[in-house]
């Protein structure tokens, strides 16, 4: 492991979950101009495009490789138990706040949502968390840009995540519905700066942290969605106050023993949306959720009772750099970016 991701563990390329840098806010409150000039269209890269390289990601991400996903130093780290909390059946009530509690109502959100696990250009493992989408090819699948690459050429195979494998309704190192590796993907153009000069914080806190994906068929031929199901995606203005429902596999618990959760269980945060003082572009709503939690769903007008509600936004960051009310999670709000990405994706086959 590279000493910068020992040194600085809140740091994106440390957690590639979420940007909770703190020493690189002052460059994130005020967007670089290169950030703000630069035109926006479509990056995208392959990912396990024969049946080789599919086998071999299957293969490669077994249970505990799973469960140590994010890990600072997996070598050392004790494969996290079981989280045993029992299932409940009965629906949530609507609208009921919810600061950050393990997701036991099942519904749709169970089957839609996954823990997207990732290799780093260093060959350490993360995780981020993703969601399948309608879509007319039904392999889409929506995510966090920094869960796919830094800043910097996007031909450089060093800028993007390696091993990219979707587990959707992931639990305590299972595969419930199997495992999907990912054909291509694809991010903002806005990532493409010279890290020289632009960082990933700057690109994602100015708004441009959504991504997408495509995912290969299953082991059997099926289609992603076949197997899931898939959510409402929508591209619309936030409104102050609006009830927001959000999702995640956050894992901090690997690297700190007090923390909270250790990814092996989805989990849940609701309540009223409001935007974020110091970086505009995003959303959010209170919520303990942190690394890992990256890229997982904000929904609009998410039904308790069917688990099924429209995705508005994606994860990006914290009060820690968006500013704002301790324990926020803020998310980017799906706009024209996420809608030529989104458009993107949907026209591509597996």
Same mark, same amino acid.
């Given at each position: 492991?590279?000493?910068?991701?020992?040194?600085?563990?809140?740091?994106?390329?440390?957690?590639?979950?979420?940007?909770?840098?703190?020493?690189?806010?002052?460059?994130?409150?005020?967007?670089?101009?290169?950030?703000?000039?630069?035109?926006?269209?479509?990056?995208?890269?392959?990912?396990?495009?024969?049946?080789?390289?599919?086998?071999?990601?299957?293969?490669?991400?077994?249970?505990?490789?799973?469960?140590?996903?994010?890990?600072?130093?997996?070598?050392?780290?004790?494969?996290?138990?079981?989280?045993?909390?029992?299932?409940?059946?009965?629906?949530?009530?609507?609208?009921?706040?919810?600061?950050?509690?393990?997701?036991?109502?099942?519904?749709? /959100?169970?089957?839609?949502?996954?823990?997207?696990?990732?290799?780093?250009?260093?060959?350490?493992?993360?995780?981020?968390?993703?969601?399948?989408?309608?879509?007319?090819?039904?392999?889409?699948?929506?995510?966090?840009?920094?869960?796919?690459?830094?800043?910097?050429?996007?031909?450089?195979?060093?800028?993007?995540?390696?091993?990219?494998?979707?587990?959707?309704?992931?639990?305590?190192?299972?595969?419930?519905?199997?495992?999907?590796?990912?054909?291509?993907?694809?991010?903002?153009?806005?990532?493409?700066?010279?890290?020289?000069?632009?960082?990933?914080?700057?690109?994602?806190?100015?708004? !441009?942290?959504?991504? /997408?994906?495509?995912?290969?068929?299953?082991?059997?031929?099926?289609?992603?969605?076949?197997?899931?199901?898939?959510?409402?995606?929508?591209?619309?203005?936030?409104?102050?106050?609006?009830?927001?429902?959000?999702?995640? !596999?956050?894992?901090?618990?690997?690297?700190?023993?007090?923390?909270?959760?250790?990814?092996?269980?989805?989990?849940?945060?609701?309540?009223?949306?409001?935007?974020?003082?110091?970086?505009?572009?995003?959303?959010?709503?209170?919520?303990?959720?942190?690394?890992?939690?990256?890229?997982?769903?904000?929904?609009?007008?998410?039904?308790?009772?069917?688990?099924?509600?429209?995705?508005?936004?994606?994860?990006?960051?914290?009060?820690?750099?968006?500013?704002?009310?301790?324990?926020?999670? !803020?998310?980017?709000?799906?706009?024209?970016?996420?809608?030529?990405?989104?458009?993107?994706?949907?026209?591509?086959?597996?």
């Amino acid at each position: 492991m590279s000493a910068t991701r020992r040194a600085h563990p809140r740091g994106l390329s440390a957690a590639g979950a979420l940007l909770l840098s703190a020493t690189t806010a002052a460059a994130v409150l005020l967007p670089t101009a290169a950030v703000a000039a630069e035109p926006d269209s479509v990056t995208s890269h392959a990912g396990a495009t024969t049946a080789q390289e599919r086998g071999r990601i299957d293969a490669y991400w077994t249970a505990e490789r799973m469960k140590l996903a994010g890990a600072l130093v997996p070598e050392i780290t004790p494969v996290p138990e079981d989280d045993t909390t029992p299932d409940d059946p009965r629906p949530l009530p609507p609208n009921t706040p919810d600061p950050g509690a393990v997701w036991t109502h099942g519904g749709a /959100v169970d089957r839609s949502v996954g823990r997207l696990f990732f290799t780093f250009s260093d060959g350490y493992d993360g995780s981020c968390t993703a969601t399948v989408v309608n879509s007319a090819n039904r392999s889409t699948v929506v995510t966090a840009a920094h869960c796919l690459r830094g800043v910097g050429a996007p031909a450089a195979d060093d800028t993007w995540r390696h091993n990219l494998y979707f587990v959707p309704g992931y639990r305590n190192g299972t595969k419930p519905l199997g495992g999907f590796s990912i054909n291509s993907m694809a991010t903002s153009s806005r990532w493409d700066a010279d890290p020289a000069g632009t960082t990933s914080n700057d690109v994602a806190l100015a708004g !441009y942290d959504s991504a /997408v994906l495509v995912a290969n068929p299953s082991a059997a031929g099926r289609r992603l969605a076949d197997v899931t199901g898939s959510q409402r995606i929508a591209f619309t203005e936030p409104a102050a106050g609006e009830f927001i429902h959000t999702f995640g !596999y956050p894992k901090d618990r690997l690297n700190d023993p007090s923390a909270k959760y250790a990814g092996s269980r989805m989990i849940h945060c609701a309540g009223p949306d409001r935007p974020a003082p110091k970086a505009p572009p995003l959303w959010g709503e209170s919520c303990d959720m942190s690394h890992g939690a990256s890229g997982g769903p904000h929904f609009a007008r998410f039904d308790t009772r069917t688990g099924a509600g429209t995705v508005v936004g994606v994860t990006t960051t914290t009060e820690d750099l968006a500013g704002g009310q301790p324990g926020t999670l !803020y998310a980017t709000r799906f706009g024209d970016s996420a809608h030529r990405l989104y458009n993107w994706a949907q026209a591509r086959s597996a």
